[in-house]
């Protein structure tokens, strides 16, 4: 917010928290402020959403007391990933063992989590593709480029997203790093590195 100068700094930092306070706004995910739930749209929820092996995903919502995690069907995630951003909404409300479930389908990506996946190389059905390791993206990603690089099947590469997976399509990217075979010296670390998008260097 371009905020300069030390007595301008505390000045905004206790504006901000007196907002808190009264709840007119809310801390997000990664510091973000957000609106609360009350002030957004009706049956909509801001939150973060994580996607399982089976297709389906919840959203966790920003303000934990304003709403219970929302359960997203299988295909209706609107392209979403684990660890975005996003704003859901409510299309069913049901009862199970006394608790309230809502169901709903994402309408919007706010923001995204990540951009660079680590993966198997693979080939299915005569393209190349990216197994990615983790539950972040559990979808093959599309890989055109690999044809030409020589790299082998089976082995540990870093892709970079140039297109999100949609509804029906895959996402595709590129190969921006090979780190070896699976099993090799350092080739297991430099993968959680990029998966948990830790800081390659320190000092």
Known sequence: MEVQGEESYHAF?????????????????RG???????????????GKYSQKRGGFGFVVPTDPSGHEDLYIPKGEHG?????????????????????ALFEGRIVEIVERSQKSFVGTLAK????????PDGNTLTEPILTPDAASRHIRVGTKVVVE???????????????????????EKDVDLKSVIVQLNLPGEFP
Request: hydrophobic share 40%.
């Open 32 to 46: 973000a402020i957000v609106l609360p739930m009350q002030k957004q749209a009706s049956k909509l929820i801001v």
């Open 161 to 183: 997203l140039t297109t999100y997976p949609e509804t029906g399509e895959a996402a595709q990217g590129v190969i921006t790093e090979v780190l070896g075979q699976q099993g």
């Open 124 to 131: 299915l059905h005569g393209e190349w593709v990216v197994m």
């Open 13 to 29: 930092r206790d504006a901000l928290r007196e907002l808190m306070h009264q709840g007119r706004v809310v801390l997000g995910a």
């Open 79 to 99: 392209g979403a990933i684990t660890g975005d951003m996003v704003r859901a909404q409510i299309t069913s409300r049901n009862q199970r063992d006394g608790k």
